[in-house]
């Protein structure tokens, strides 16, 4: 299919975590030396991947809970702390084929948007040290509601925010998660299903147009998810 110039390309919005790339290693370790410093024994990637999708902040106050509290009662002061720590290039991989997956949707003329729950400037250094090109990035911090708080998925104005700058052409969203399920349901768009992220029950679950665990499958699924295919 030839680069499409219509104002109404296609646009897919990708989660991040779980679903373009494993990063829960380089979370798990910034968690870790967070218990370390409160003289905690560390948890395994496993472990720490069920703590992951509603935003760093009940990542982390999930994280202590899980490992004997949140001293003092407050997650904000462990919250920064875990943020000041983290590195997303620390132990995170690209899934196999999704660089590749996504190259071949842009020159298909597709536009491309990701939406993740971690900070826009540390999305933007995982998504360029694995080798995504990708320019419009939401992240946890990108948006803010009138409590000041960050606007998280499964929100839907995270994903308008992250259509806005792509044009007016049909959608679809991509994620491995509950949270990911929710967020395209919020936002009315075909849910496409990445098999090898940190979901935490069974796909069928998540009601997902397709599944895969192949990103060589993508553009075919993501072409017939919007109806062109």
Same mark, same amino acid.
């Given at each position: 299919?030839?680069?499409?110039?219509?104002?109404?390309?296609?646009?897919?919005?990708?989660?991040?975590?779980?679903?373009?790339?494993?990063?829960?290693?380089?979370?798990?370790?910034?968690?870790?030396?967070?218990?370390?410093?409160?003289?905690?024994?560390?948890?395994?990637?496993?472990t720490y991947k069920g703590f992951?999708?509603?935003?760093?902040?009940?990542?982390?106050?999930?994280?202590?809970?899980?490992?004997?509290?949140?001293?003092g009662g407050d997650v904000t002061p462990f919250l920064t702390a875990f943020r000041d720590g983290y590195d997303p290039l620390e132990a995170s991989t690209a899934y196999p084929g999704a660089v590749a997956a996504l190259a071949a949707l842009a020159a298909e003329g597709w536009r491309l948007s990701v939406c993740t729950q971690k900070t826009e400037a540390k999305a933007r250094r995982l998504l360029t040290g694995l080798g995504f090109a990708i320019d419009h990035v939401v992240g946890g911090d990108s948006l803010r509601g009138d409590d000041g708080q960050e606007v998280l998925k499964p929100d839907r104005r995270v994903i308008a925010a992250a259509l806005a700058p792509l044009g007016e052409g049909p959608a679809a969203y991509l994620g *491995?998660?509950?949270?990911? %399920?929710?967020?395209?349901?919020? +936002? #009315? &768009? !075909?849910? /496409?299903?990445?098999l090898e992220g940190y979901r935490h029950g069974p796909?069928? *679950?998540?009601?997902?147009? %397709?599944?895969?665990?192949?990103? +060589? #499958? &993508? !553009?075919? /699924?993501?072409?017939?998810?919007?109806?062109?295919?």
């Amino acid at each position: 299919m030839p680069p499409s110039p219509d104002a109404r390309a296609p646009r897919l919005v990708c989660d991040l975590d779980g679903t373009l790339a494993d990063s829960a290693p380089s979370l798990c370790a910034a968690g870790n030396r967070l218990l370390a410093a409160l003289g905690r024994p560390p948890v395994t990637v496993e472990t720490y991947k069920g703590f992951v999708g509603r935003g760093q902040r009940v990542q982390v106050e999930r994280l202590l809970t899980h490992t004997g509290g949140v001293p003092g009662g407050d997650v904000t002061p462990f919250l920064t702390a875990f943020r000041d720590g983290y590195d997303p290039l620390e132990a995170s991989t690209a899934y196999p084929g999704a660089v590749a997956a996504l190259a071949a949707l842009a020159a298909e003329g597709w536009r491309l948007s990701v939406c993740t729950q971690k900070t826009e400037a540390k999305a933007r250094r995982l998504l360029t040290g694995l080798g995504f090109a990708i320019d419009h990035v939401v992240g946890g911090d990108s948006l803010r509601g009138d409590d000041g708080q960050e606007v998280l998925k499964p929100d839907r104005r995270v994903i308008a925010a992250a259509l806005a700058p792509l044009g007016e052409g049909p959608a679809a969203y991509l994620g *491995d998660s509950e949270t990911d %399920a929710q967020t395209a349901r919020a +936002a #009315e &768009l !075909p849910f /496409l299903l990445h098999l090898e992220g940190y979901r935490h029950g069974p796909a069928e *679950d998540l009601a997902p147009v %397709a599944a895969f665990s192949d990103f +060589a #499958e &993508l !553009p075919a /699924l993501a072409r017939r998810a919007v109806g062109l295919g």
